[in-house]
């Protein structure tokens, strides 16, 4: 069986802790005053599924999915019995060229698993830059 992604989270820190991972500041929308912007962020991406090693790949897309902006290096994983569940921490620094969402791709073992979105909106001149 194909592993399934059971979570693709977007947040401002990761912290690894007896196996666990504390996570903070989850968004899925960033406020830019200007462009383009950025902003460095942590990917999660947590898989399921049966016994075998697999990869995936992250794609970031313009608003048209026409332009791919940067790709992620391979990251492979191993699922089991032992071990159904595994969690891969991305680490990407996003550059919003303009407004409107904005598109991951995960390739999983060579082939598109779907596409999430981060939406980017403008904020009024003066108002604080800050993600939500």
């Known amino acids: 069986m194909v ?3 059971c979570n693709l989270l977007f947040c ?8 666990r991972y504390n996570l903070e500041g989850i968004f899925y929308r960033i406020h830019a005053l200007g462009y383009p912007c950025r902003h460095r962020c942590f990917v999660v991406a947590g898989w399921c599924g049966d016994s075998g090693s697999h990869s995936f790949t992250l794609k970031f897309l313009t ?3 026409g ?4 790709e992620t290096p391979l990251h492979l994983f191993s699922l089991s019995v ?3 569940y595994f969690n891969s921490v991305v680490e990407v620094l ?5 407004e ?3 598109w991951f791709e995960i390739i999983l073992n060579g082939h598109s698993g779907g596409f999430f979105p ?4 403008t904020l009024p001149h003066g108002a604080l830059q800050r993600p939500v």
């Open 3 to 5: 592993p399934v992604l």
């Open 12 to 19: 401002n820190k990761v912290a690894a802790e007896s196996g």
């Open 63 to 65: 608003p048209d999915r």
């Open 67 to 70: 332009r791919v902006v940067f």
């Open 82 to 84: 032992a071990t159904p």
């Open 94 to 98: 996003l550059t919003f060229e303009q």
């Open 100 to 102: 409107g969402a904005h």
């Open 118 to 121: 981060i939406h980017v909106e």
